[in-house]
C-alpha cells in the first residue's frame, strides 16, 4: 500500500457527494447523447427533449427547499441561501448548455436535412399569408387577452404553461393607460404546425405556436401600441402533499390535491432572452421570485414540446433502427406456462425479450377455470393499460382479483384513482397499501387449483406493469412457482389489505421491516470475509444511492478490503476512488438507448454467494417509508445469466459508460469515442435479436 492510500482513522467523516447536483450530473450525461454524432438526428433531439422534461420534474420535486432557504435568509441547514445559488449556477449552465447545442448544432444539422422551424422574419410572403389564415382560423378563437386593472389582476398561471406578457403603449377603451396585459395559450393548440406542402415544398418546413402568436399580437390589442412583450413559463412546486392521518378518504383527498397542482409555489421562471428588465422584474414580483429563479432562454421556452417534431417528420434514416425484442427465451410458445414453471424460473431481460410473455402468464391465468384468485400491485400502469383490461376480464369471469392501487405515485396520481374506480365498479378488492407508505414492490400472485392442493404462481419484477415502459426501460421480470416464495408474496399481500402483522419471512426482504437491517448485514459479512482474507466482492445495479447508513456500510465493507463495484444510474452521493477511504469502490453510470432500470444486488466471499433482484434503490425514503421488496434468484444457471448480462456486461462496457473520479466528476469511459467500442445495451439487442422469433412472429403463429 502506497503512503498515499494510507487508510483514514476509524470514523473518519465521508465526504458525501450533494444529491441535487448529482441529479444535475446525470442531466448532463444524458445530454451527451444529444451531442454524439453517432446518434441519429431525431434521437439527439428527443435526448435534449428529455433533460428538459427531468429538470421539469426536477425543479417541481427539488426545488422548492432550497428556493424558500433564500427567501428566509437561512444560513445553516441543509437548505440555505448559499445551497440555492448553488444550484441555480449549476441549472443556469445546464440549461446554456442546451440552448447552445439546439442553436448552433442541432438546427443547422436539422436545415442540412431539408428541415426547419421557420420563424416570423424567415418566411416568405406565402408563408405568411398561410400563417395569417392559420393564425385567424385555429388560434384567434382560444384567444382572450388579459389587460391589467384593479378588476383585471395577474391571472392564475398554470404550471409550465406557455404565456406572453406584453407592454402597451396609449390607453384604453376607458382612457386608461394600464400597460400590462397577460396572454394565456391554450394547452389544447399544438406547438408545432408543419407547413402545407403548397408553401414549403420538398422541405419539411414547421412554425411554432409562439412565433404565429407573437406574429399577431398587435392584432390582439386594436387602438394599443405593442411595445415589449416575452414569452413566459412557471414552473410549480408539484408534490402532493396530504395528510394522510387526517383523512377519512384518501383517493378523495388525493383527487382534490390534483385540482391544486397546477397552481403551487412558483420555482422557476423562464422568459425569452429578449425579455426587458422592467418585464423580468414585474413577473419575478409576481411570483415572488428571487433573481437566480429566472431563466432566459435564446429559443422555445419549452423545449419539452419538440419532441413533437420526431413524431411530425417522416424520416427513418434519422431514428434508431427498429429493435423487435424476442420473445423469452424462458416461455415455450404452445406450452401452458403454468406447466413450465413448474420445471423451473424463468427470467424476462425486458426490453430485448418482451413484456408480452408477462401479459401471457396474466391472460394464461384469467383464461384458466382453474385459477381461483389473482392479486396484483398497481404502481405505474399508464391510463392506456393491456393489463388492466385483463384484470377486469378475470372480474367479469369471477375470479378473485385484489389490486393493491398506489395512488400516490408522483405524476401517475389521477390514472391510479380513474384505474382504482373502475376496477371498484365492477367488484374487484382494491386497496391502498399502508397509510404513511408508497407500495413500490411489483408482484403479481396467482393462486391456482391443482387437484386438492392450491398451488400459487407469481410474477416479480424491477419495473412498472406497463406496457408502454417496458420497451424503454431495461427491467428483470421473474416468474416463479417456488412455494416458499410464492408463499412470502402471499403474506405481504394479506398484510396490504388487513394490515396485520407480517410473519417471518422465508426468502423475500421487506421495506419497511427488514430489507434496510439486512442489506447492511449482508454488506457487513463481505467486510468481515475480506479482513479475513478471502476474496469478497459486492456488485450493486440500481437508480440511485443516497441513503446514508448503506453507503457508511460499503465504505466499511470497502476498507476491510472488499472489490465493490456500483452501477447507478443517476444520483449517486458516495464519492469513489478516495484514497484511504473508498479506494476500493468503483462507480459507474449508463446512458443508454434505454433507460436503465433494474436493480440488482451481488454478493461473494469465498464460494458462496447471493443474487437478489429488487424494486427498491438504495434511498433513504425506498428503505424506510415506502413497501419494497427484495428476492432471492436461487437457480445456478439464471443467477449467471443475470450476472452476465446486468453485471459483467455493463462493468466491461466501453462506450456509453461514465466513470465517477476522486474529484467528484464523471467521466465517459476511455476509448469512449472509437466506433467499436463495446456498449452493453447494443450487446444485448445483438445477442437477443439473434435468438428464436420475434414477439411479433410468436403472437402471429
Not at 390535491?257 to 423580468?280: D, I, M, N, T, W
Not at 425506498?622 to 459483467?648: F, G, K, S, T, Y
Amino acid at each position: 500500500m502506497t503512503p498515499a492510500a494510507k487508510p483514514a482513522p476509524e470514523g473518519t467523516e465521508i465526504p458525501f457527494l450533494d444529491r441535487d447536483h448529482s441529479i444535475l450530473a446525470f442531466n448532463e450525461r444524458v445530454l451527451d447523447w444529444a451531442r454524439r454524432k453517432d446518434v441519429p438526428l431525431l434521437e439527439r433531439l428527443r435526448y435534449l427533449c428529455i433533460v428538459s422534461s427531468n429538470l421539469d420534474e426536477f425543479f417541481e420535486v427539488r426545488a422548492a427547499p432550497h428556493l424558500t432557504a433564500v427567501q428566509n435568509g437561512e444560513r445553516k441547514g441543509l437548505y440555505t441561501a448559499e445551497s440555492f445559488e448553488a444550484l441555480s449556477v449549476a441549472a443556469h449552465r445546464l440549461v446554456e448548455q442546451q440552448y447552445v447545442l439546439f442553436n448552433d448544432e442541432l438546427t443547422p444539422a436539422f436545415a442540412r436535412e431539408g428541415i426547419a422551424i421557420v420563424s416570423h422574419g424567415d418566411r416568405n410572403a406565402a408563408q405568411r399569408r398561410w400563417v395569417v389564415e392559420y393564425f385567424e382560423r385555429e388560434v384567434r378563437p382560444l384567444l382572450v387577452p388579459v389587460g391589467l386593472d384593479p378588476a383585471h389582476p395577474f391571472p392564475q398561471v398554470a404550471n409550465k404553461s406557455l404565456n406572453f406578457i406584453v407592454r402597451l403603449g396609449g390607453a384604453d377603451a376607458f382612457g386608461r393607460e394600464n400597460e400590462i396585459a397577460i396572454v394565456k395559450v391554450p394547452r389544447v393548440l399544438p406547438r408545432l404546425i408543419r407547413m402545407p406542402a403548397k408553401v414549403s415544398g420538398k422541405k419539411a418546413l414547421f412554425v411554432s405556436l409562439s412565433s404565429v402568436i407573437r406574429a399577431h399580437l398587435q392584432s390582439l390589442f386594436p387602438g394599443r401600441e405593442v411595445g415589449q412583450f416575452s414569452q413566459f413559463r412557471v414552473t410549480r412546486h408539484s408534490d402532493l402533499a396530504v395528510d394522510e392521518d387526517d383523512v377519512r378518504n384518501l383517493r378523495t383527498a388525493l383527487r382534490l390535491g390534483l385540482q391544486h397542482r397546477h397552481y403551487g409555489q412558483a420555482v422557476r421562471l423562464e422568459v425569452s432572452s429578449g425579455c426587458s428588465e422592467f418585464l423580468a422584474s414585474f413577473l419575478l414580483q409576481q411570483f415572488g421570485l428571487p433573481p437566480g429563479a429566472l431563466y432566459r432562454v435564446p429559443g422555445p421556452v419549452n423545449l419539452v414540446r419538440l419532441q413533437q417534431l420526431i413524431d411530425l417528420v417522416d424520416a427513418p434514416r434519422l431514428l434508431f433502427p427498429p429493435y423487435s425484442p424476442s420473445y423469452p427465451s424462458g416461455l415455450q410458445p404452445g406450452t401452458p406456462i403454468f406447466e413450465q414453471l413448474k420445471r423451473g424460473d424463468v427470467l424476462i431481460h425486458q426490453p430485448f425479450e418482451s413484456f408480452d410473455g408477462v401479459l401471457a402468464f396474466l391472460r394464461e391465468a384469467v383464461n384458466d377455470p382453474s385459477v381461483l384468485a389473482i392479486k396484483q400491485t398497481i404502481y405505474r400502469t399508464g391510463s392506456d393499460s393491456a393489463l388492466m383490461d385483463l384484470l377486469r376480464e378475470a372480474v367479469r369471469r369471477g375470479k378473485e382479483v385484489m389490486a393493491v392501487v398506489e395512488l400516490k405515485a408522483r405524476f401517475d396520481e389521477e390514472a391510479n384513482i380513474n384505474w382504482a374506480e373502475q376496477l371498484e365498479s365492477i367488484g374487484a378488492q382494491v386497496v391502498y397499501g399502508v397509510v404513511g407508505l408508497k407500495t413500490h414492490a411489483k408482484m403479481l400472485l396467482v393462486t391456482r387449483r391443482e387437484g386438492r392442493h392450491m398451488v400459487r404462481y407469481a410474477h416479480l419484477s424491477t419495473g412498472n406493469y406497463n406496457t408502454r415502459t417496458a420497451r424503454l426501460y431495461t427491467d428483470i421480470s421473474h416468474l416463479t412457482a417456488n412455494p416458499k416464495l410464492t408463499a412470502d408474496i402471499e403474506a405481504i399481500f394479506v398484510h396490504l389489505a388487513s394490515q396485520t402483522k407480517l410473519p417471518r419471512m422465508n426468502l423475500a426482504l421487506m421495506a419497511p421491516f427488514h430489507l434496510h437491517r439486512r442489506l447492511i448485514e449482508k454488506i457487513d459479512v463481505m467486510g468481515e470475509a475480506a479482513a479475513r482474507g478471502l476474496p469478497a466482492r459486492i456488485v450493486l445495479k440500481m437508480n440511485a444511492l443516497t441513503d446514508e447508513l448503506l453507503m457508511n456500510a460499503l465504505v466499511r465493507a470497502g476498507r476491510h478490503g472488499a472489490k465493490i463495484d456500483l452501477i447507478v444510474r443517476g444520483a449517486c452521493m458516495l464519492p469513489a476512488r478516495l484514497p484511504g477511504l473508498t479506494e476500493n469502490i468503483r462507480v459507474r453510470s449508463i446512458i443508454g438507448r434505454f433507460l436503465e432500470h433494474s436493480r440488482v444486488f451481488y454478493f461473494s466471499a469465498g464460494h458462496d454467494e447471493e443474487l437478489y433482484l429488487s424494486s427498491a434503490d438504495w434511498m433513504n425514503r425506498n428503505m424506510l417509508r415506502r413497501i419494497e421488496l427484495a428476492w432471492p434468484v436461487l437457480d445456478p444457471h439464471l443467477r449467471q445469466r443475470i450476472i452476465d448480462e446486468c453485471l459483467v456486461a455493463y462493468l466491461h462496457d466501453n462506450r456509453d459508460a461514465w466513470d465517477l473520479m476522486e474529484d467528484g466528476q464523471y467521466r465517459r469511459v476511455k476509448g469512449a469515442e472509437q466506433p467499436k467500442g463495446h456498449g452493453a445495451q447494443s450487446a444485448l439487442m445483438a445477442r437477443y435479436q439473434g435468438r428464436g422469433r420475434t414477439a411479433e412472429e410468436v403472437l402471429w403463429t
